[in-house]
T-cell receptor, first 114, second 110 residues
Framework: EPEVTQTPSHQVTQMGQEVILRCVPI?????FYWYRQILGQKVEFLVS????????KSEIFDDQFSVERPDGSNFTLKIRSTKLEDSAMYFC????????????FGDGTRLSIL | DAKTTQPTSMDCAEGRAANLPCNHS???????VYWYRQIHSQGPQYIIH???NNETNEMASLIITEDRKSSTLILPHATLRDTAVYYC???????????FGSGTRLLVRP
């Protein structure tokens, strides 16, 4: 069964450094998402992406964050200058779009900011 | 905020059915009910979804009341590997994003 894959599984970065989290969505999906989950807290929506542009972003997704689909298969989340509070699990998801189509999630990248 | 209410935690014996309730009294006519689960810190796993009819797949059954204000996820023969946090999610806007609540922590006892 096709699945969403994320790399790396764990990323350790110094505060202030840039980090890029990578995702390969399911191949025929059109909508792409990033969510994050701080340890012990809820899963929070960050951004949705469709037709090569952001369709919605949350308050968390400030100017330090950006997303890109650089080719036909990858979907990336960049954090320009990481802060301690960016430490979290980051999940990528994709769907065909539409209310009747479920999102499928990757297993996440654990980002640790030192 | 999430538009659903779920019990904080439940438990059931291995091999028995696990029935997880969800209240969504403000659901709109065209909003689907989705169920996901999260095992430890893994990514949320899609289980099942429905609009008004009951649904069944290889993982679970979903029973939606006639007024659509509540639903129940049924795991027919729970195993230890079904121990997880289960999320009932209702409603998507134009970007189809999911709003997660706190879910129900299901513990399956040996």
């Amino acid at each position: 069964e096709p699945e969403v894959t994320q790399t790396p599984s764990h990323q350790v970065t110094q505060m202030g450094q840039e980090v890029i989290l990578r995702c390969v969505p399911i191949s025929n999906h059109l909508y792409f998402y990033w969510y994050r989950q701080i340890l012990g807290q809820k899963v929070e929506f960050l951004v949705s992406f469709y037709n090569n542009e952001i369709s919605e972003k949350s308050e968390i997704f400030d100017d330090q964050f950006s997303v890109e689909r650089p080719d036909g298969s990858n979907f990336t989340l960049k954090i320009r200058s990481t802060k301690l509070e960016d430490s979290a699990m980051y999940f990528c998801a994709s769907s065909e779009g539409g209310q009747n189509q479920p999102q499928h999630f990757g297993d996440g990248t654990r980002l640790s900011i030192l | 905020d999430a538009k659903t209410t779920q019990p904080t935690s439940m438990d059931c014996a291995e091999g028995r059915a696990a029935n997880l309730p969800c209240n969504h009294s403000t659901i709109s006519g065209n909003e689907y009910v989705y169920w996901y689960r999260q095992i430890h810190s893994q990514g949320p796993q899609y289980i099942i979804h429905g609009l008004k009819n009951n649904e069944t797949n290889e993982m679970a059954s979903l029973i939606i009341t006639e007024d659509r204000k509540s639903s129940t996820l049924i795991l027919p023969h729970a195993t230890l590997r079904d121990t997880a946090v289960y999320y009932c999610i209702v409603g998507m806007d134009s970007s189809y994003k999911l709003i997660f609540g706190s879910g129900t922590r299901l513990l399956v006892r040996p």
